[in-house]
Each structure stands twice: as structure tokens, then as C-alpha cells.
């Protein structure tokens, strides 16, 4: 029987969340032992960063003790674990599949990075940089609208996971945005997207 292996895990965190749909659609999340790691703010887990020197989460440790991290790499290495169709396909597909999986990471990055800025104080906000990175996700959006019939057509990949989990995320912690306003193609898509039993076992969380 295959071993366990140990997840540093949070319900907060979406790159976590993109990693357990990842397992649930390859059926491997029994294999997974998720352990509530704690990072952010300004106290350093140091437990952790005797595992992963970055202090990130999601971290996965084998039965052998090998580390791997971060998402991306994770995500890959769960994909070698099954004999079924791979969520990181040959190429040429993996170039299209990658594309989507950075655009839905960065879109990610952009989003928890303006999350950070609304939770200081309204006079050390800095709005230029908010409005900034608000305009770069409405491109995203934008570009993802056009690239919806594609997405509902090509074969299933971790690109549709991270977009479909990046899109879940703006519903989540920025529904102001309100994403779906003038983008019916990929509302419609990522409606599919949530229906998945894979993402239906993950909802985002918020235990603060």
C-alpha cells in the first residue's frame, strides 16, 4: 500500500485549496495527511522553515522525508501518482495548460496582495497600488472571457483548476468586483467549474 503523506495545510489558503481539489480529482486525498499550519503576519513558523526555508504553505513531506514545495510543484508531483489522464498533459497542450496554470496563480497573487493592503489601516492604504491591482484582474477577467469557449472544450487540465479556483477565490474575499458583470462565457464556465465534485469536497473557508 502506498504511504501517507503530510500536507501543511490551511482552509484559508487557496494555493492549499488548489492543491486538495488536485488530490481529490486524482483520488489521492486519503493518501493525505493535512496538518494545520499557521503562517503569515509577522511571527515566523520555524517549524516549518526547518521543512520549507520559505515558510510557505502548502508543503508536502513524503514517507522518506523528501520535501516539496510550492504549489505548482506539488500539484506536478501529485500527477505522477496515477495511472489515469494526466492534469499536466504532453506537449503541445502543456504550454496552454501552464499558461493558465501562472494566470490563475498570478491572479492569486495580485488578489492577496491587495487583501493584505485593505486589512491596514485606512490611512496607510495606498490606493494607487489598489487600483492598480485592481485593473490588472478586470484584464484578467477580460482575457479569460475570451479564452472561455477554449476552456470549456479543451481537455480537462491544472490550468482549469487554478483559474476556476482563482475566479472562486475574487467571489470569496472581493465579490465587489463582481467578476460576472459582462463575462457570461466564463460565468457559465466556471458554474461547470463548481459543480465538480473535486471542487464541491474544497470550499473556501474562512475560520478567522
Not at 489522464?85 to 492569486?108: E, I, N, Q, S
Not at 484578467?140 to 482563482?166: F, Y
Not at 474575499?173 to 463582481?178: A, E, H, I, M, V
Request: with cysteine; hydrophobic share 40%; glycine share 6%.
Amino acid at each position: 500500500m502506498a504511504g501517507m503523506m503530510k500536507l501543511h495545510w490551511s482552509p484559508r489558503s487557496p494555493y492549499v485549496r488548489k492543491v486538495m481539489i488536485v488530490a481529490h480529482e486524482l483520488g489521492l486525498a486519503d493518501r493525505l495527511e493535512t496538518v494545520r499550519t499557521v503562517v503569515g503576519g509577522t511571527q515566523p513558523h520555524l517549524e516549518l522553515m526547518r521543512e520549507n526555508p520559505l515558510g510557505k504553505i502548502p508543503t508536502l513531506v513524503l514517507q522518506d522525508g523528501t520535501i516539496i514545495y510550492d504549489s505548482p510543484v506539488v500539484c506536478e508531483y501529485l500527477d505522477t501518482l496515477h495511472d489515469g489522464p494526466k492534469l499536466f498533459p504532453d506537449w503541445p497542450h502543456r504550454l496552454v495548460a501552464m499558461r493558465r496554470h501562472a494566470l490563475g496563480d498570478g491572479m492569486l497573487d495580485i488578489a492577496l496582495a491587495s487583501l493584505g493592503e485593505r486589512f491596514r489601516p485606512k490611512e496607510r492604504q495606498s490606493e494607487p497600488h489598489m487600483t492598480l491591482w485592481a485593473a490588472k484582474l478586470r484584464c484578467c477577467i477580460d482575457a479569460l472571457e475570451q479564452d472561455a469557449a477554449a476552456l470549456a472544450t479543451d481537455r480537462w487540465s491544472i490550468g482549469h483548476i487554478a483559474i476556476g479556483n482563482a475566479l472562486s477565490y475574487l467571489d470569496f474575499r472581493f465579490g465587489d468586483l463582481s467578476w460576472r458583470d459582462g463575462h457570461p462565457r466564463l460565468a457559465a464556465w466556471h458554474a461547470a467549474f463548481d459543480a465538480r465534485p473535486s471542487v464541491v469536497a474544497n470550499p473556501p473557508v474562512d475560520d478567522r
